[in-house]
């Protein structure tokens, strides 16, 4: 073998890949009504169906549940971070719940449940019960490998250019947060999906590691 002929070989390669990829991604978007991926609608729909879920197990008011949770990132629809997304979707959903008719009693309590459900992590549960129902099927989505689905095609977004081993170790660096998440739950099916979807990503991240590390022969390197 002549040195360096891989790496050479890998750039020639490149050079004809990488417009060829950009065009055909480019292609998809141009000709296309829909958007490649709609990431806050998919994610809202899944965080309705957990909510009720879990409304259902802990006698949660399942109108003010449902309500909440089809608004609470309205806000926020794409995947940047808007600041105080849930003080700013409160008040959107209250002018869409007064314009659907809507009494103030109700209204008042869904823009609770919506204003309560940021951040990431929890130090002590929310009250009332709908606030901690909607933080917690919220927080679900973001775990199991829909949380990696997520994860890696937003990213292909957000951080262009991504290999597998680049995934990979977006994966492992989750987890610390993601179990900060699991210790997050209060409810006992929330904590039960949240530790059964944890197991998963785990799964998921140790198996992708092996098929990189033996089909490349090379060391994982961070
Ligand atoms: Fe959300």
Redesign the pocket.
């Known amino acids: 073998m002549k040195d360096n002929i891989e790496r050479r070989l890998e750039e020639i390669l490149e050079s004809k890949t990488k417009p060829c990829s950009r065009s055909e991604w480019l292609d998809v978007v141009n000709c296309s009504e829909e958007p490649l991926y709609d990431y806050?609608l998919d994610?809202?729909r899944r965080?309705v169906k957990l909510a009720k879920m879990i409304a259902h197990t802990m006698n949660g008011d399942m109108q003010i549940v449902t309500l909440a949770a089809w608004l609470?990132?309205i806000a926020?629809p794409g995947v940047s971070n808007v600041q105080e997304h849930g003080a700013k979707s409160a008040e959107i959903a209250g002018d869409i719940l007064e314009s659907q008719g809507y009494d103030r009693t109700i209204i008042d309590r869904v823009k609770d449940t919506i204003r309560k459900?940021v951040g990431l992590t929890l130090e002590a549960q929310l009250y009332p019960i709908e606030a901690q129902i909607l933080w917690e099927?919220?927080k679900l989505?973001k775990l199991g490998i829909v949380g990696y689905i997520h994860g890696i095609i937003n990213s292909t977004r957000m951080d262009v250019g991504k290999r597998i081993e680049d995934i990979a170790k977006f994966l492992r660096e989750f987890f610390p947060l993601g179990k900060q998440i699991v210790e997050s739950m209060y409810t006992p099916l929330g904590k039960h999906i949240a530790q059964e979807r944890f197991n998963h990503m785990k799964e998921f991240s140790s198996r992708l590691d092996l098929e990189i590390t033996v089909h490349h022969g090379e060391e994982i390197t961070e």
């Open positions: 806050r994610h809202t965080v609470h990132d926020k459900h099927a919220d989505d």
